[in-house]
């Protein structure tokens, strides 16, 4: 009998598959990043418990293309800053993705808010374009002219959060308490410039961004990185205090609930 492809792995497959992935090589990518300056209370009120806001309300978006071979893949973010348990990092909102392969694993795994979307890097000359859309709407735009070299920053690790949960079956709450995740990011630079320019909030009503406002912009730059990542799973956190929160992961809350028409399967 020819083999069934959806049968069973071998020992032998498994552990293969785990070592293919274990000895990747460094992947590059060419990215822009914004960081803003934002409303205190804006950012306070989109970070779910145990989270709590820095003293500074920064925000960042994070646009990139990365040339993998024959699968170019275009990746975002926009994420406020966020402290756990003395540790400084990021809490992403929403995490655009051009294709389900990169969806899958995060999402799955991290507990990343992954959707996927379009994202957008553009240079000609020194002008520089970037944005992440969603629904025919380009929510973030960062634009500008680069204006020189930047010093090449060391290896440095970045963390991000997550919450990581299954909605309940019978839509009450999750199967199980969420867990917060820390995403440790080693992150090496190998090219950096400045951009002189501004960033652009759009309204959306699936990725309403434009709640957090560009008070000032601290920071744009375009650069050539790689970063490798590790999640380790920090605390189990309350199911009662982070269900309120859960519509930042979906267009539509209702969407957790949606099954197949009545006879359809």
Not at 43 to 66: D, E, G, T
Not at 91 to 112: D, K, N, S
Not at 124 to 148: K, Q, T
Request: aromatic residues 6%; contains cysteine; negative net charge.
């Amino acid at each position: 009998m020819a083999r069934v492809r959806y049968g069973a792995r071998t020992e032998a497959e498994i552990a293969a598959a785990r070592t293919a992935s274990s000895k990747l090589p460094d992947i590059w990518s060419t990215g822009v990043v914004a960081v803003w300056e934002s409303d205190p209370d804006a950012v306070a009120a989109v970070l779910p418990p145990p989270l709590k806001p820095p003293h500074r309300p920064l925000v960042r978006a994070n646009i990139s293309k990365v040339d993998l071979p024959g699968y170019p893949l275009g990746a975002g973010s926009v994420a406020v800053a966020a402290e756990h348990d003395g540790v400084r990092g990021w809490y992403p909102l929403v995490m655009p993705m051009t294709h389900e392969r990169a969806l899958i694993g995060g999402r799955e795994v991290f507990g990343e808010p992954k959707k996927l979307g379009e994202v957008e890097v553009e240079r000609d000359g020194l002008v520089v374009r970037a944005s992440l859309a969603r629904h025919g709407i380009a929510f973030v735009e960062v634009r500008g002219a680069v204006s020189g070299a930047l010093p090449l920053p060391e290896p440095v690790q970045k963390t991000d959060f997550y919450f990581k949960f299954l909605p309940a079956v019978d839509g009450s709450g999750f199967d199980a308490d969420p867990v917060l995740v820390h995403c440790v990011r080693n992150e090496k630079v190998r090219k950096l410039e400045g951009i002189t320019g501004d960033v652009v909030l759009r309204e959306s009503m699936y990725d309403p961004v434009a709640d957090l406002p560009v008070r000032a912009v601290v920071e744009i730059t375009i650069g050539e990185k790689t970063t490798d990542q590790k999640g380790r799973v920090a605390e189990r956190v309350s199911a009662q205090a982070l269900l309120p929160y859960i519509h930042q992961r979906y267009d539509d809350p209702q969407q957790i609930l949606d099954g197949p028409p009545e006879g359809s399967v």
